[in-house]
């Protein structure tokens, strides 16, 4: 099983968009500042019960900076998988 797709709406720095992976070892290349970090922290936010349950919270500043006012706007961040196994 691995994570073939990811897509976040509104988090952070990311208005709308989708990362696909394929099976196997995949790199995210980017400038500094261009949301590297904030594709695995949202990653993070769906799969690891580890984190610190502060964490979890998403605060104004998650929201993406171009909404302006984030009030009535939604984050979404979802995973898609591929071979998924029988157990």
């Known amino acids: 099983m691995y994570i073939s797709k990811l897509s976040l709406v509104n988090y ?3 208005a ?8 196997g ?5 980017g400038e500094n500042g261009s949301g590297k970090s904030n594709a695995f922290r949202a990653i993070r ?3 690891d019960d ?3 349950r502060s964490a979890f919270k998403l605060e104004e500043q998650d929201f993406n900076r171009k909404l302006g006012d984030w009030r009535g706007h939604w ?10 196994g029988p157990d």
């Open 12 to 14: 952070r720095n990311f």
């Open 16 to 23: 709308k968009t989708s990362f696909l992976f394929n099976k």
């Open 25 to 29: 070892v995949n790199t995210i290349i």
């Open 45 to 47: 936010l769906l799969l």
């Open 50 to 52: 580890n984190m610190l």
């Open 75 to 84: 984050i979404v961040i979802s995973a898609e998988f591929s071979d998924i």
